[in-house]
């Protein structure tokens, strides 16, 4: 059974920095392509950033040059460093699984970016 939670969100100040951590379980880890996705109070589910299973990345043009997503494959974990975060940051950040044309999402972890 594949599991993803989420972990990490925080209320944090505009400018400052989070990481968040994904912990999966129930497939090959290292086979799969992770990422993470966003969704604020009415919006879209939105795309921040994504990890190949060969480590490839990319991101949001909204995010580029203030986060990193990185992978863990022997603690089957994936992460998203957040820097300088703004108001707009501000939603529900989920894990996404996409392993075999499968795909999981964990259950989201909330980022509040506020003064």
């Known amino acids: 059974q594949v599991q993803v939670v989420e972990s990490g969100g925080d209320l944090v100040q505009p400018g400052g920095s989070l990481r968040l951590s994904c912990a999966a379980s129930?497939?090959?880890?290292?086979?799969?392509?992770m990422g993470w996705y966003r969704q604020a109070p009415g919006n879209q589910r939105d795309l921040v950033a994504t990890?190949?299973?060969?480590?490839?990345?990319n991101y949001a043009d909204s995010v580029k040059g203030r986060f990193t997503i990185s992978r863990d494959n022997a603690k089957s974990t994936v992460y998203l460093q957040m820097n300088s975060l703004k108001r707009e940051d501000t939603a529900v950040y989920y894990c996404?699984?996409?392993?075999?044309?499968?795909?999981?999402w964990g259950q989201g972890t909330q980022v509040t970016v506020s003064s």
């Open positions: 990890i190949t299973s060969g480590g490839r990345t």
């Open positions: 996404h699984v996409y392993y075999r044309a499968e795909v999981y």
């Open positions: 129930g497939f090959i880890f290292s086979n799969a392509d």
